[in-house]
């Protein structure tokens, strides 16, 4: 197949690259020279395990080329939207201008009856509104939904091999050129047995946005049962543990802690609510904004936990902050639960000394008021408390004797409950962890 991918952030370069790793000819497309320039290197702009391999190998056997001119489209049976919808300044309602602008641009060049197919995360409405302004100039072009579910950190391997393919189609009960070319294009998972859903368009949009906000209920009802477990010593690693045995609920993403972040959970809320909202629905969704406090109550809840621990001020006190990235294998720190907290501390007094493996520069352009290391034993040093915020793997198997030779008080804030409680209150450290 011959496609185009338009917008190559996060969403766009992992997909551009994977559809040519399957023998697609892909060209990548986007209006910022830097990121095509540096992708054409072979240089992600952001850390994605498996990326820059596929980048290099891909371009250098011809099946993908990145362009900032959307004539470079014009050949393709299928465009991929995949440009950014971030919250609008100001509102919980998302962005939609750099969508817009995407599919009128491929209009412009799009071939004879090429299908655009929309990636981004969209308000439900979106699609069916852009199909009706694509048909006013370009009646010969359809407009499909397809989100995508891929996490960061494991972007290559959920493009290539994902859990389910949706379609979202005009009528899905009528054979479609669009699910023709889609099930082309996703050959190798269909062949691999991937369930394939073809719905309409409203329903594509949907499950994107109802699938992020069950992933984020199911984290803010675990940090909900944590503050429980605060108030009446029980433990809710073992609680979690104990009713993900049952099947119905699962034991993924019960992992309780300092909250969810990134570019996709906390704003696709947000924007579901607001959209909500416009439908006349706003009923259904108030319990999002219950979903939104209770994680945005375990950043300063942190906080206040380490300001006990000091003594009840942190005026003068060193926090050495051991992560900055929303989650591991990431160096995105869009609303970053690690990045937000390490920043309260700094206001409250504290000098807060940082490290991540991948996410310091992104986070010094953030905050550049928090002191950065690239060493973690740097971050450490002469602290009073250690905060491990972000789940690494080399801070997960943290033991006290890794900290003492370096901090200068035995306090430990497990922010992640990923540290070996025992470990630590027998060598006389005092352990604080999220709900136990
Ligand atoms: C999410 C969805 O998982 C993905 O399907 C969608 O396409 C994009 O949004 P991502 O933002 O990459 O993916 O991160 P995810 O792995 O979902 O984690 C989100 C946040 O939740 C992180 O901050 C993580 O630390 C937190 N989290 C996750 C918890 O606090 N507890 C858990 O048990 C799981």
Redesign the pocket.
């Known amino acids: 197949m011959t496609m185009s991918v338009v917008g190559c952030g996060y969403?766009g370069a992992v997909h551009a690259a994977s559809m040519a790793s399957l023998g697609h000819r892909v060209v990548g497309l986007d209006i910022d020279a830097n990121k095509i320039r540096s992708l054409e290197s072979g240089t992600a702009p952001f850390f994605e395990p498996g990326l820059p391999e596929l980048l290099l190998r891909d371009q250098e056997n011809g099946s993908l080329e990145f362009s900032t001119d959307f004539h470079a489209a014009a050949e393709a049976d299928l465009h991929f939207i995949c440009v950014g919808t971030p919250q609008r300044e100001g509102e919980h309602r998302a962005n939609l201008d750099y969508v817009d602008a995407a599919f009128a641009s491929i209009a412009s060049v799009a071939k004879e009856g090429a299908v655009l197919v929309g990636k981004s995360?969209v308000p439900v409405g979106t699609a069916e509104r852009l199909s009706r302004e694509v048909a006013a100039s370009r009646p010969d072009l359809t407009v499909a939904w397809n989100?995508?579910?891929?996490?960061?950190?494991?972007?290559v391997e959920?493009t290539l091999r994902p859990d389910r393919l949706v379609y979202g189609v005009a009528d899905p009960d009528a054979p479609s050129r669009a699910a023709e070319l889609l099930d082309a294009v996703y050959a190798s998972a269909i062949e691999a047995g991937t369930p394939r859903l073809v719905v309409n368009l409203p329903t594509a949009e949907l499950v994107?946005t109802a699938?992020?906000s069950f992933?984020?209920t199911?984290?803010s009802f675990?940090?909900a049962m944590a503050e429980m477990c605060e108030v009446s010593g029980a433990n809710v690693t073992q609680l979690?543990d104990a009713i993900g045995h049952d099947e119905r609920i699962g034991r993924?993403?019960?992992?309780?802690?300092?909250?969810?972040?990134?570019?996709?959970?906390p704003k696709?809320i947000r924007a579901f609510s607001a959209r909500a909202g416009e439908l006349g629905a706003e009923e259904a969704l108030t319990f999002l904004r219950e979903i939104d406090l209770i994680n945005m109550r375990r950043r300063s809840r942190a906080v206040e936990a380490m300001r006990q621990m000091a003594g009840g001020s942190l005026i003068g006190v060193t926090v050495g902050v051991l992560g900055t990235a929303?989650?591991?294998f990431?160096d995105?720190v869009r609303d970053?639960?690690a990045l937000s907290i390490a920043q309260q501390l700094q206001l409250q007094g504290a000098t807060v000394r940082v490290t991540d493996p991948e996410a310091v520069e992104n986070s010094r352009r953030r905050f550049p008021e928090l002191s950065y290391t690239d060493s973690m034993e740097a971050a450490v040093s002469d602290a009073d408390i250690v905060a491990v915020l972000?789940?690494w793997t080399e801070y997960r198997s943290l033991t006290p004797a890794d900290l003492e030779p370096h901090v200068r008080g035995r306090r430990v804030f497990d922010g992640?409950n990923v540290l070996d409680r025992e470990a630590f209150a027998s060598a006389g450290w005092t352990y604080q962890g999220v709900g136990r």
């Open positions: 969403l995360t989100p995508e579910f891929l996490r960061e950190g494991h972007a959920d994107k699938a992020n992933l984020a199911k984290i675990v940090n979690a993924k993403f019960l992992n309780a802690g300092i909250g969810f972040g990134g570019g996709c959970l696709d929303f989650k591991p990431s995105d970053s639960p972000t789940e992640r």
